[in-house]
């Protein structure tokens, strides 16, 4: 079943168009991903989907009701944990998740059951009667996204839910995340610029300056890279290069003083090569592609792994409006 | 079943500003302390050089409905700016993206405000016998009504007011700007029946004027001669009552149009 359907979707703000002609579906119980440079336009999508922001075209269904039309009835149906912090952070967290539930009529025995599992899942129980303005940036996040979780929704959009976690509750949060998914049949639509993160997702969509680029499972996307990547090291580069030129037709590229070759099934292909090779081989390393070799693949540009500063947001957002 | 959740979704936004209110002890003494000072200076100074004799009425007793009033104002005022504050912190976000309609919003904020500023408006009834006022404890449902619907009034224009504008600066701006005409010209300081026509004007669309009227008619009443009490008076309490209802209605309709609008 298709629990998101956006067909032909643009956002225009005063001349920029932020989201271009974008359609895609989502299937029930699917985690999918949403993976851009800053600026792509992942933010402005889920604020389209989530009712928060009016489309300049295209028509958008969540849970088959229409974002324009049937908002109530989208909202109840969503979850969301927004890029920029929402906490009342004169709150406790404890209360911040109360005014959440009541938003979202959740009956009080449901709420006082689920407030433990979400607190605990985020490891924040033992800090629920502190005022949140006391928590940590980290802390914070993992709040909002137990928040999210209270009134147990259909599909949870997550807007970079990782961003600013350590790496011990981002792998906790992927597990529950993935759990949710298996037990709940809960969709998870999520953006993120963390390529490892990604991977998670069952099928990922890749923006560009508004644009769909590339539309797959991960698996596959990194299958139209063009197969594995065979890095050796040799004391004679030039007739390794020529070597490999000459009996396998491959074209190698020479970097720092070692080889790379992409190649189909570079499993197999390994021990045959080193049966065959003349030229001396130092070492050896082989690698499936990265979805950063996939956006570089389909952009010629790579993606920056790292959290970018408001500065650098600000300049790209410049940047692009002046193109 | 709508209805219920409207109630329900009003009532959170509710105890979350009173919430904030509650905590915030520095605002709650200020805010406190502001109206002490105003009786306290324009009070005493006032009443020993300008107001003097065939005024018929105690000066300072003159001035105290229209301090409870002023208080009611400006904490009506300050409450709605958590509107501002939460679209600048984003948590207006997690409100709007919430199955509750906007009226239910509206509602609760100005309920929250009104509540925050009947209560403080009731505290300052505690300096009565400090001012040789006795209070008739038939009086106390009259006060609290007159309270909550000048706060009603008040912050139903701070929201409309907050809904209009972008940041805190400019809403700060603009009550700024209001908060003294309206409190100047609303009778709290001097009576409205000998003032220029330009004054009567202002003073009969500003809600505070009504507020305060019908305060110290309940209050001064058998206090003070009524002959003098009847002459400083502008309308029937009744009047005063309609106006603030009407009021009401109409910009609280119009805060929750600009606020939909808006978001
Ligand atoms: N309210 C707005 N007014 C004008 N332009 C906007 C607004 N919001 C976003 N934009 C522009 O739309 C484009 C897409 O922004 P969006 O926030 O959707 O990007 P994103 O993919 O979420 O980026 P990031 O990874 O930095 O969060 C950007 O160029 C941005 O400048
Ligand atoms: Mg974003």
Same mark, same amino acid.
């Given at each position: 079943m298709e629990i998101i359907k956006v067909r032909n979707l643009v956002k225009r703000y005063n001349g920029l168009t932020a989201v271009d002609h974008i359609s895609f579906s989502v299937e029930k119980g699917e985690i999918f991903g949403f993976l851009g440079p800053n600026g792509a336009g992942k933010t402005t999508t889920i604020n389209i989907l989530s009712t928060l922001l009016a489309p300049t075209q295209g028509e958008v269904y969540v849970n088959n009701f229409n974002v324009l039309t049937q908002k109530n009835q989208v909202r109840k149906s969503i979850g969301l944990v927004f890029q920029d912090p929402s906490l &009342? &952070?004169?709150?406790t967290a404890e209360e911040n998740l109360y005014f959440h539930a009541r938003l979202y009529h959740v009956s009080h025995s449901e709420y006082q059951k689920k407030k433990e599992e979400v607190l605990r899942l985020v490891e924040l129980w033992d800090r629920r /009667? &502190?005022?949140? /303005?006391?928590?940590s940036g980290g802390m914070k996040r993992r709040l909002e996204i137990a928040r999210g979780l209270i009134h147990h929704p259909a599909v949870l959009f997550l807007d970079e839910p990782t961003l600013g976690l350590d790496p011990q509750t981002r792998s906790h949060l992927w597990d529950y995340i993935l759990r949710l998914k298996a037990e709940k049949e809960m969709t998870i639509f999520m953006t993120t610029h963390y390529m490892n993160e990604a991977d998670y997702c069952d099928r990922l969509i890749i923006i560009d300056y508004g644009k769909i680029v590339g539309f797959d499972t991960p698996a596959n996307l990194k299958k139209a890279v063009g197969g594995d990547i065979i890095i050796l090291g040799s004391p004679q580069p030039q007739q390794l290069k020529q070597e490999l030129a000459q009996k396998y037709a491959l074209a190698a590229k020479e970097e720092n003083g070692t080889i790379m070759v992409e190649i189909n099934n570079g499993k197999t292909f390994l021990p045959r090569l080193f049966e065959e090779l003349q030229t001396q081989v130092t070492s050896v390393s082989l690698r499936e592609p990265t979805l950063d070799d996939v956006f570089l693949h389909l952009t010629g540009r790579k993606i920056r792994e790292e959290e970018a500063t408001p500065l650098d947001r600000m300049r790209q957002h410049h940047f692009r409006r002046r193109r | 079943m709508e209805f219920r959740m409207t109630v329900e979704a009003a009532g959170a936004i509710w105890q979350r500003e009173f919430i904030r209110y509650w905590r915030d002890k520095t605002r709650i003494i200020s805010t406190m302390v502001q109206p002490l000072m105003f009786l306290a200076i324009f009070g005493t100074g006032l009443k020993s050089s300008l107001a003097r004799g065939d005024f018929g009425l105690d000066f300072v007793q003159f001035m105290y409905p229209g301090i409870i009033a002023m208080s009611i104002m400006s904490v009506s005022f300050f409450s709605t700016i958590s509107t501002v504050w939460d679209r600048e912190f984003g948590f207006l976000k997690e409100i709007l993206v919430a199955p509750i309609s906007r009226v239910s919003i509206t509602l609760g904020k100005i309920l929250g405000a009104v509540t925050i500023a009947s209560i403080q408006g009731f505290l300052l009834l505690v300096l009565a016998p400090v001012l040789k006022i006795r209070l008739h404890p038939l009086t106390f449902p009259y006060l609290l009504l007159f309270m909550i619907m000048v706060a009603f009034s008040l912050a139903s224009l701070g929201l409309l007011i907050a809904s209009l504008m972008k940041t805190t600066e400019s809403f700060g701006l603009v009550m700024q700007l209001l908060i003294f005409p309206m409190f100047f010209v609303s009778g709290a300081f001097f009576p409205l029946t000998s003032v220029p026509r330009w004054m009567k004007w202002l003073a009969a669309v500003n809600p505070l004027t009504y507020g305060v009227d019908a305060l110290r008619q309940i209050l001064l009443f058998r206090q003070t001669p009524a002959e003098a009490l009847y002459q400083v008076s502008l309308h029937p309490v009744s009047v005063d009552a309609l106006f603030l209802l009407v009021f009401s209605v109409v910009i609280i309709s119009l805060a929750a149009l600009a606020f939909n609008k808006k978001n």
């Open positions: &009342d &952070d004169r709150l /009667k &502190d005022i949140v /303005k006391t928590f | -």
